[in-house]
């Protein structure tokens, strides 16, 4: 079983920068590939970014490639997400994740967190 915590959501305008955490515990944090998800009100759960077991491979979703970054601390046993130039249309509740897949994608998370708000303003 793994536990996973996340922070850092909030308010910000758009144009600003918010950095999210996730911090896992429970069973060996290095064995799972890692991502970020997000839901927006009236919409499915999608995929943002994730990274390999070893943060040596990162996937994004065309809507924040070059905005977004994902990384990883595998003796923290944490990951988090980077957001630039943050948009309205990226408000949404961010969910972290974990996985033994290579390609984390919604349908094959094992472990989700509670989420964290982030809400973003013109």
């Known amino acids: 079983q793994v536990q996973l915590v996340e922070s850092g959501g909030g308010l910000v305008q758009a144009g600003g920068s918010l950095r999210l955490s996730c911090v896992a515990s429970?069973?060996?944090?290095?064995?799972?590939?890692m991502g970020w998800f997000r839901q927006a009100p009236g919409k499915e759960r999608e995929f943002v970014a994730a990274?390999?077991?070893?943060?040596?491979?990162?996937d994004y979703a065309d809507a924040v490639k070059g905005r977004f970054t994902i990384s990883r601390i595998n003796a923290a046993n944490t990951v988090y997400l980077q957001m630039n130039s943050l948009k309205p249309e990226d408000t949404a509740v961010y969910y972290c994740?974990?996985?033994?897949?290579?390609?984390?994608?919604?349908?094959?998370?094992?472990?989700w967190g509670q989420g964290t708000q982030v809400t973003v303003t013109v």
């Open positions: 990274t390999t077991w070893s943060g040596g491979s990162t």
């Open positions: 429970g069973r060996t944090f290095s064995s799972y590939s």
């Open positions: 994740a974990a996985g033994i897949s290579y390609r984390l994608r919604v349908s094959n998370v094992d472990y």
